[in-house]
């Protein structure tokens, strides 16, 4: 059997399965009397006599616990390809605004989805207040490409959040390229098992390590992903400027749970399709989406380009009203705002006034709850809530 090196100076054995690389990645040569995933490094500065030199100088700029959850999240990203570089952040805006603001400047032009994460109108607002020009238009039906000419960068989220509307990737990479723009996809929804942006031609994967990376909603984290060597550069240097980086314990504490990402993912995405199958039968949900849908606005495209489809689901009920009283007869879902634990969450996502959603929007949220229990959770809840 032939091996392929990773980047750690480990070996998976060819064509290894997600689950034998979440399990092992990023994880260092063995040495005798010591724990196999090495523990935090709390360390503010390092020994350094003489000439700075070597990888660890200073904390703001590198940390050995960052290093092993760097190449883990790399190997997830892009097995087997080489020169793939892997960037921990404090929280996944923190990542996200390391590529926007490291790759513009004043007069460049950035395309951006108009149905993203609740969070890209501040971003906007903030790149538009340094002279960038912002463009955008909706993921669904790469409609991004009406807008791309003159652009420095296309900033792609696929599934969006919280519609999960999906566009192709390897289209809009191509046709950004073609006009010389560098392409980030969020891929916070998908998840490295999920979707590849890298081996779809963009230059950047990007994602909150907050939700499903970690999965257990106790660590804040992001990261950014990416093969162009000048690019990375640019988004390292802007992660010393900002000093956005994450405690080492928060590191540890995603490298430890990535081990379980494949089993949690499995579970989940089954169960959100179980869930979204009995929803499709309810009479009083209306607008469901889930990529895994057959039926699915997006599952053509979502088919060729993904390999799992999320943990999400989202519908509407038919008022503001209903879809409280839903979430309050809940029994095992946390009404939550974040999404990819273990524990089931939901919300009314026009609570907080950012997406253009309907009142009776429910963006839910599939844990590892018993598939079974779950779904009759559901149900009795909207059939509780009808009264």
């Known amino acids: ?59 703001r700029d590198e940390n050995p616990t960052w290093t092993l959850l760097e190449r883990a999240i790399g190997e997830l990203e892009a097995p087997g390809q080489d020169g793939v570089e892997a960037l921990v952040f404090a929280s996944g805006m923190a990542a996200v605004s390391a590529v926007c603001f490291s790759q513009l400047r004043a007069g460049d032009a950035v395309v951006l989805p108009d149905d993203g994460y609740q969070a890209l109108p501040l971003v906007r607002t903030q790149l538009e207040a340094y002279g960038i020009e912002v463009r955008t238009a909706p993921t669904g039906g790469d409609a991004q490409l009406e807008v791309l000419d003159g652009a420095k960068l296309l900033w792609i989220e696929t599934p969006s959040n919280p519609g999960l509307d999906v566009c192709d990737v390897r289209r809009l990479a191509n046709a950004a390229h073609a006009r010389g ?12 098992l999920g979707q590849r942006p890298l081996e779809l031609g963009a ?152 997406d253009a959603v309907p009142e009776g929007f429910i963006r839910f949220s599939v844990g590892a709850e018993d598939p079974e229990d779950l779904v009759a959770d559901v149900l009795r809840a909207l059939t509780a809530s009808a009264s």
């Open 181 to 192: 723009a560098r392409v980030a996809v969020d891929n916070t929804l998908a998840t490295p």
């Open 1 to 59: 059997m032939n091996d392929a090196t990773t980047s750690a100076g480990r070996a998976f054995p060819e064509g290894a399965g997600d689950g034998t690389r979440a399990v092992r990645a990023g994880l260092p040569e063995p040495v005798k009397h010591e724990p196999t995933l090495p523990g935090p490094v709390f360390a503010a500065h390092f020994h350094l006599p003489g000439d700075p030199t070597g990888p660890y100088t200073y904390g």
């Open 203 to 354: 230059d950047f994967s990007v994602a909150s390590g907050t939700k499903q990376l970690t999965g257990h909603g106790d660590v804040l984290l992001g990261y950014v992903t990416g093969r162009d060597t000048e690019a990375m550069a640019a988004v390292r240097r802007w992660r010393k400027i900002a000093g956005a980086i994450p405690g080492p314990m928060e590191a540890w504490l995603a490298h430890r749970s990535i081990a379980t990402l494949q089993l949690r993912v499995d579970r989940q995405n089954a169960t959100a399709l179980a869930l979204a199958r009995a929803l499709r039968e309810r009479p009083e949900v209306t607008g469901l989406r889930y990529p895994g849908l057959p039926d699915d606005p997006a599952h053509r495209t979502a088919a060729r380009q993904m390999r799992r489809y999320g943990c999400v689901v989202s519908f509407t009920l038919p008022t503001r009203a209903r879809a409280d009283r839903f979430l309050d007869a809940l029994r095992l879902v946390d009404d939550a705002t974040s999404f990819g634990g273990v524990r089931s969450t939901a919300e009314r996502r026009g609570r907080w006034g950012g």
